[in-house]
């Protein structure tokens, strides 16, 4: 007579548990500090960091964004690379003190609701990209 009680069923289900679990950790660990979502009233306010980008939806025109960005990078002293713009998207370029690239877009989404999308470095600043979104905030 056998005498093993622990049958190919059980077996399975022991592994399964094993593998969810392995998933489940390699998910957090994937997200962990991708995303932090904070959203406000309505559709402007809402602030999302993801990837190393900081994303927000603000209340201001597309043309009065693209000025109070153009602001921030005046106030915060950073070296003005490039801009390029239409009449919907426009995509700042600087570079602070110490070299690290910073790209703004701007992005109409509707007469007073704008998206505005901030990178610093390669794989982003949270914390500067919040002082460069409230300057901007702070200039509309």
């Keep these: 007579m056998n005498m093993n009680t622990n049958t190919a069923g059980q077996k399975r289900q022991g592994f399964l548990r094993m593998v969810t679990v392995v998933l489940a950790m390699l998910a957090l660990t994937f997200t962990s500090g991708c995303l932090a979502v904070a959203a406000g009233a309505g559709a402007a306010g809402a602030v999302a960091w993801v990837r190393g ?3 927000a939806t603000v209340a201001g025109s597309y043309d009065n964004t693209v000025a109070a960005s153009n602001r921030a990078i005046t106030q915060m002293e950073f070296a003005k690379i490039s801009e390029r713009r239409d009449t919907l998207k426009a995509i ?3 570079r602070t003190a110490d070299d690290k690239k910073i790209e703004i877009n701007v992005e109409k989404v509707s ?8 990178r610093v470095g390669v794989f982003g600043d949270e914390r500067v990209s919040l002082m460069i979104l409230d300057k901007i905030k702070a200039n509309l």
């Design 53 to 55: 980008e900081l994303r």
């Design 92 to 94: 700042i370029v600087a």
């Design 111 to 118: 007469n007073e609701v704008t998206d505005v999308k901030i």
